[in-house]
C-alpha cells in the first residue's frame, strides 16, 4: 500500500538530509506550487489550448508593471501568500487544510516570497 | 454556527465533539474561517448569505474505520452529512450541500493508491487522491497508463465518477464507464462492497464488475445511499498517436450527412471521437475561448424571430468564409494501426459533399483538456460560473432543435447579453457518442440582481429543455430537485421509487438530504 502523503513526506525527508533547511523548504513550496498552483500560474502562453486562467487575469490586471506569473514576483509575502490560498480570491477557490496543510502552505509561502527582497 | 433544519443545537454539538473524539480534534473544522473553504466558491447567492448552503462543520476521516464511526455518530444525533472526495467541481456547487448546517464528509485524506495492475490496466483507489496526484504517481512508478481527467486536474476521479463527470476523453470521456467496483459506507455504518468485491479475496473485484445478483453499483452515483470509500478504475494506456480529421461545407443541410457517416464510424471503433457543429453560428460566441471570430451579422440573425433561415445561415458563412457545418473525427492508438484506420475512414468520408481536411498526426499521449479552465478567466468573471448543460440526441435535427429553443427561452428573458455571449454549440469533439452535450457557463457577477435574472433564466431553460426531452446531465447542488423534476414519467415514478430506497437505507434521513432530488422522510416536503 502507498500513499500520496507518504511519497511526499519521502521527498522532503530527502531534501532536509542534504542539511539544507531552508532549501528543504523551497523544495518543498515548489513542489505545492507545482501541484496547487502551477496549472493556474505558471507563465504564459501555458501549453494548452487556452491560457494559464490566475496568469491571464493577472496579467491583465497589472498590464505590466507586475510579473502576473506568481513565480516571477518579487513583491509577495509570506503572509499574503498564505491568506489568499485560504480565503480564496475572485475566481480562486479557497484551499482546505486537508489538500494544503498548514505546514505545506508556510513552505508555499516561503518560496513565492522568496524573490522579495525584503 | 449554522445548526441544520431538524437537528437540535445540543445534539449537534455533542455530534461534533464525538467526531472529534472518532478522527481528532484537529481534523473537525467549526471555525469560520474553515467552513468558509467548503463553501461553493462560485455560488450565484454572492450577496445573498441567506440563500448560500453554508455547511455548519466538516470533518475529515482517514480510514474507513473512520468513515463509519462518523456516520453511526450522525445517526445517533440524527446529523446530515455530505461526503466529497475533493470537492473541485467547481461548475456544479463544488463542494457544498443542498441544506444549510449539514456537516461535511471531507474524504481528501483518504488518498490511498491501493493498487496499480499494468498488465490488467486498472487501479483500486481512495476518493481523496486527485487526478493530478495520481497522473504523477502513475509516472514515478514508470507506469504507461492515463486517466481521462478534466482540467485543472485537482479533481477526484472518484468524485468525478459517482458525479457521472467527464474527462478528457482518453477513449471514452465517460468516467464513471471506467469504474468495475466500489466499496461503500452504508447510511447505517455497513461496510459494502459491490459485485465480486463482495467475494472474499477474490482478485475478481476490479475485472468483473457484476458478480452475481442485482448490480448496484449506479446506485452510489449522483445519489445520497452511501459513501464511496474505495473504487476499482480501468485505465487506458497512453497511445502512440493521434489523428483527427475535419470536414467542412458551406450549407448547413450537410450536417445530418456528415453525422450519418461519423456516429457509424464511431460505433465500428474506427475513430474514437466525433463532433459535429455549425462554426459560422458559434462564431459570435464570447465563451469558446477564442473570442468572437464572425461577422456581427451573426446577432443579427441570432435576435431575428426566426433565428435565421437556413438559407441566411448559408449566405453569411460563405461571405464570412466560415464553415456552416463541421464534422470532426478523432482516432488515438498504435501508430500503424490508427494510419490504417484512418485510411478507411477516409474512403466513407470522401463520398461526403465538403472539403475534407486531415490533420498532421500527433505523436504522444498528451493531457488536454475537456473544458479549459483558462476559458472561463477569459470571460471577464470575478466569481466563477455554473453550468447548463443539457443532452440531446446525436442529431442535426435535435442539434438545431435545442439551440433555438435556448435561443427562444434567453429572448423571451429579454437576456440578450448572455444570448451573444453563447451564440449557438454543437459538441466540443471529446463527449459525443451516441447523445451530445451543451456546456454553458452562466457565469456569476457582484450585481445580485443580475444573478438572480439568470438564476431565473436557468430555471427556465431546464424545464424548457425538460420538456422537450432534454435533461440535465448533472447539475449544482442547489439546482438538484429543479433537475429531478424533469425526470417525470409516470407522475415521477422515479423520483417515488428513490425515495422508498432512500427511506430503506437511510431510516434516520442522515445522509445528504436532498441529493439528487432525493430526501428523506422526515425532511420531505409534499
Known amino acids: ?118 | 454556527m449554522i445548526i441544520p433544519e431538524g437537528t437540535t443545537e445540543a445534539n449537534f454539538r455533542t455530534a461534533l465533539q464525538e467526531f472529534a473524539g472518532a478522527v481528532g480534534a484537529e481534523w473537525v473544522f467549526t471555525s469560520e474561517a474553515d467552513i468558509s473553504t467548503y463553501r461553493d466558491a462560485y455560488s450565484p447567492f454572492i450577496g445573498q448569505p441567506q440563500k448560500m448552503n453554508v455547511p455548519g462543520a466538516a470533518v475529515a476521516p482517514v480510514t474507513v474505520e473512520q468513515v463509519q464511526q462518523v456516520v453511526r455518530i450522525a445517526n445517533k444525533y440524527t446529523v446530515p452529512l455530505w461526503a466529497f472526495s475533493t470537492g473541485r467541481n467547481l461548475g456544479y456547487g463544488g463542494s457544498s450541500p443542498t441544506m444549510r448546517g449539514t456537516v461535511m464528509v471531507d474524504l481528501k485524506r483518504m488518498n490511498k493508491v491501493i493498487e496499480v495492475n499494468e498488465t490488467k490496466a486498472y487501479m483500486i483507489v481512495e476518493p481523496g487522491i486527485s487526478f493530478i496526484e495520481m497522473y504523477r504517481h502513475l509516472q514515478s512508478i514508470g507506469s504507461n497508463l492515463r486517466l481521462s481527467a478534466p482540467q485543472p486536474g485537482w479533481g477526484s476521479p472518484i468524485g468525478n465518477a459517482v458525479d457521472r463527470g467527464h474527462g478528457d476523453a482518453s477513449y471514452n470521456g465517460d468516467n464513471y464507464s471506467m469504474v468495475k467496483g466500489l466499496e461503500v459506507v452504508t447510511p447505517t455504518a455497513e461496510l459494502v462492497r459491490t459485485g465480486c468485491g463482495s467475494v472474499p479475496d477474490s482478485k475478481l473485484w476490479p475485472l468483473y464488475e457484476y458478480g452475481f445478483g442485482p448490480f448496484i453499483s449506479g446506485m452510489f452515483t449522483q445519489s445520497n445511499f452511501g459513501i464511496v470509500t474505495k473504487a476499482c478504475f480501468w485505465l487506458t494506456p497512453n497511445w502512440e498517436t493521434e489523428q483527427t480529421f475535419t470536414i467542412e461545407s458551406d450549407r448547413s443541410d450537410d450536417l445530418q450527412r456528415y453525422i450519418d457517416v461519423l456516429l457509424p464510424l464511431r460505433n465500428e471503433g474506427i475513430i474514437h471521437g466525433w463532433g459535429a457543429t455549425s462554426p459560422i453560428r458559434e462564431s459570435g460566441a464570447h465563451n469558446d475561448g477564442r473570442h468572437p471570430y464572425g461577422p456581427k451579422t451573426v446577432y443579427q440573425l441570432l435576435h431575428q424571430s426566426d433565428g435565421g433561415s437556413m438559407r441566411q445561415w448559408d449566405d453569411l458563412g460563405r461571405s464570412a468564409r466560415i464553415p456552416a457545418s463541421r464534422g470532426t473525427a478523432r482516432m488515438r492508438g498504435a501508430a500503424p494501426v490508427v494510419k490504417a484506420q484512418l485510411d478507411y475512414a477516409l474512403t466513407r468520408v470522401r463520398g461526403l459533399p465538403g472539403t475534407l481536411q486531415v490533420q498532421p498526426a500527433r505523436s504522444g499521449a498528451w493531457i488536454g483538456p475537456l473544458i479549459d479552465f483558462g476559458i472561463i478567466a477569459i470571460q471577464e468573471t470575478s466569481h466563477g460560473h455554473f453550468y447548463f448543460s443539457p443532452m440531446y440526441d446525436a442529431s442535426a435535427k435535435d442539434l438545431y432543435a435545442i439551440n433555438d429553443t435556448v435561443r427562444r427561452v434567453m429572448i423571451a428573458h429579454d437576456d440578450y447579453d448572455m444570448l451573444d455571449n453563447f451564440c449557438w454549440s454543437g459538441t466540443r469533439g471529446t463527449t459525443a457518442d451516441k447523445y451530445m452535450l451543451i456546456l454553458l457557463e452562466f457565469l456569476v457577477h457582484d450585481d445580485v440582481e443580475l444573478n438572480n435574472r439568470r438564476l431565473a433564466l436557468f430555471r427556465a431553460l431546464v424545464k424548457t429543455c425538460g420538456e422537450n426531452g432534454w435533461p440535465e446531465y448533472r447539475t449544482p447542488s442547489y439546482m438538484q430537485d429543479v433537475v429531478m423534476n424533469q425526470y417525470s414519467f409516470n407522475n415521477h415514478s422515479l423520483l417515488h421509487f428513490l425515495e422508498t430506497v432512500k427511506d430503506a437505507v437511510d431510516p434516520n434521513g442522515i445522509l445528504a438530504p436532498g441529493k439528487g432530488g432525493i430526501w428523506p422522510r422526515r425532511l420531505r416536503r409534499s
Open chain 1, 1 to 118: 500500500m502507498r500513499t500520496v502523503a507518504r511519497v511526499a513526506l519521502t521527498l522532503a525527508v530527502s531534501f532536509a538530509l542534504v542539511g539544507a533547511g531552508r532549501a528543504a523548504d523551497l523544495g518543498r513550496g515548489k513542489q505545492v506550487f507545482q501541484i496547487w498552483c502551477a496549472g493556474c500560474h505558471e507563465p504564459l502562453p501555458g501549453p494548452s489550448y487556452a491560457p494559464p486562467a490566475g496568469t491571464y487575469v493577472l496579467n491583465k490586471r497589472y498590464h505590466g508593471t507586475k510579473p502576473a506569473a506568481l513565480e516571477q514576483r518579487t513583491d509577495l509575502t509570506a503572509a499574503y501568500v498564505k491568506a489568499i490560498v485560504r480565503a480564496g480570491r475572485n475566481m480562486m477557490p479557497p484551499t482546505r487544510k486537508t489538500e494544503v496543510s498548514d505546514t505545506d502552505l508556510d513552505a508555499l509561502a516561503a518560496y513565492l516570497a522568496g524573490n522579495n527582497p525584503r
